[in-house]
């Protein structure tokens, strides 16, 4: 389906969607953003002990193993643990959340802003359900990280999340989430690239399949592909728990993300183009949804 018929098959229905269990704010159409932590959950300041992180199931769409070398376009490269105590893999960290009664864990960064996390629509709001209880772990590793609260998520108010999701180039261009936290980065951000140009790329996040998500990865890859506002890269053996994790290019400060970790099968892998409405978005959830 296309991006038109996305937005005309949710148009009218997301914001009200998103209402149940947290207040919504609309102040920009274009936009859905919500509390994530409602009273019932606020009020346990303990909610994410150790026992229940290591039970967090990690988030999938569509993110499977990867084929033999010979299937893929660029070569096969193995993805490796990254060092979160040094840039750029210390501005990411794992994001733990309850959707729909369960509780997930997925990947997420410092991106553009010191007060705003990059991570993936379909972990925030999915089958009707919107994220709540939503806490990040900065370097996250092996149970250790700085802890940091959201205090807003938001996505795009025509992100397809009202049912079962199929993934596709086309729900990929629009598989992002901006999150804002409650103190800023301690360890700096990665750069928003706009409409970016690139061939190699690396990824990271905590792919449960490595250590079962104790650690973060990261995987060489080569953009491939622009399939209208997604990229496809090759190759990627991240699996599920890595969605959201930042594609970044750079290999000195400044580094820049220029998509996030949608879908992926066959050892490819997709994620959204940013744009201005991405930056749009980033200001908007910064800004307290105002």
């Not at 914001?15 to 994530?36: E, I, N, Q, T, Y």
């Not at 070569?75 to 994001?95: N, R």
Request: aromatic share 10%; hydrophobic share 40%.
């Amino acid at each position: 389906m296309s991006i038109k018929g996305l937005m005309t098959m949710i148009c009218g229905v997301a914001a009200g969607a998103l209402v149940s269990g947290s207040s919504v704010w609309a102040a920009d159409d274009r936009f859905v953003c919500w509390d994530p932590t409602p009273a019932q959950l606020a009020a346990d300041a303990e909610y994410w002990t150790p026992e229940r992180r290591a039970a967090a199931v990690p988030e999938t769409f569509g993110l499977t193993t990867p084929p033999a070398a010979g299937q893929l376009q660029a070569p096969m490269v193995a993805s490796s643990k990254a060092d979160v105590s040094v840039a750029p893999f210390s501005y990411g960290g794992k994001l733990f959340y309850t959707r729909g009664g369960n509780d997930y864990s997925a990947s997420a960064q410092f991106v553009a802003k010191d007060n705003t996390l990059l991570a993936a629509a379909h972990s925030m709001y999915r089958g009707g359900n919107q994220a709540t209880n939503v806490t990040f772990y900065r370097a996250y590793d092996d149970g250790g990280g700085t802890k940091f609260d959201i205090q807003r998520v938001g996505v795009l108010e025509v992100w397809p999340g009202e049912g079962p999701l199929e993934p596709s180039p086309e729900v990929s261009a629009l598989d992002y989430a901006v999150l804002k936290t409650s103190a800023d980065s301690d360890a700096g951000k990665f750069a928003l690239g706009k409409n970016a140009d690139f061939t190699d790329v690396t990824l990271i996040g905590y792919p449960d399949a490595k250590d079962g998500g104790a650690h973060m990865y990261k995987q060489p890859s080569e953009r491939v592909a622009t399939i209208g506002a997604a990229f496809q890269a090759e190759p990627n053996d991240l699996t599920q728990g890595a969605s959201g994790g930042a594609w970044f290019i750079g290999a000195e400060a400044p580094y820049t993300a220029v998509s996030s970790i949608s879908w992926g099968e066959d050892g490819k892998v997709y994620g959204p183009v940013f744009k201005d409405l991405t930056q749009d978005l980033v200001d908007y959830v910064a800004g307290g949804c105002q």
